[in-house]
């Protein structure tokens, strides 16, 4: 019963600390889908709540450097269409679940979802939702989620990865490769003007 009621007192120390517990699971993206979208692209996302886990109003998962980025008039996100149930904002850091430490770039939006509906368990999947980019090429970033416990409803924090835009500097700028050969091809083409004038003359 001592050992019991200490273990007890542990989770809601850590409950009260708002500190997550690292989750087996938890949410799961399972599948992204770009397509062509009125010189955009559209990036279809599919999110898995696995078992042994619940949602409940506030819980939230975040999308990390979401490259090119297409906002609505005056900054809307009326280019990011969230799960039924979830709301949607964007910020340059954050919002990441206590104890975790994702790959989160400065200069790149990230996209976090939060949830506004009942408590619901899983397994589930939270259904199709998207975001607009101006760039259709894919990297990875990180994802990380907060859900609870089904039992206890203690917090539990996830982290993994799942396909982005990349950003458009990145995209748009040459490889270190095709740099280094191009460096060494302008020579060669000197030398050949030079030969070029020296027989001619």
């Keep these: ?57 506030g819980d939230y998962f975040t999308i990390y450097d979401f490259g090119g980025l297409v906002t609505g008039p005056g900054g809307t996100l009326s280019n990011i269409t969230p799960p039924v149930g979830w709301n949607a904002t964007t910020s340059m850091v954050g919002q990441t679940p206590p104890g975790l430490a994702p790959i989160d770039k400065p200069d790149l939006p990230n996209l976090t979802f939060t949830y506004s509906g009942p408590t619901a368990a899983g397994p589930f999947s939270l259904g199709d939702f998207w975001a607009v980019s101006t760039m259709g090429m894919a990297t990875t970033a990180d994802f990380t989620s907060v859900t609870h416990t089904q039992v206890g409803r203690v917090p539990e924090c996830n982290i993994t990865t799942t396909s982005v835009p990349v950003a458009p500097n990145i995209a748009n700028s040459p490889e270190p490769a095709t740099l280094a050969m191009f460096g060494l091809g302008l020579p060669v083409l000197g030398l050949g003007r030079w030969l070029r004038r020296r027989l001619a003359g």
């Design 1 to 57: 019963m001592r050992q019991f009621c200490g273990v007890l007192a542990v989770i809601i120390a850590v409950a009260a600390l708002g500190v997550c517990s690292t989750a087996r699971a938890g949410m799961i993206p399972t599948n992204v889908t770009v397509t062509p979208d009125a010189g955009n692209f559209r990036w279809d996302y599919s999110v898995s709540l696995s078992s042994n886990v619940q949602i409940q109003t």
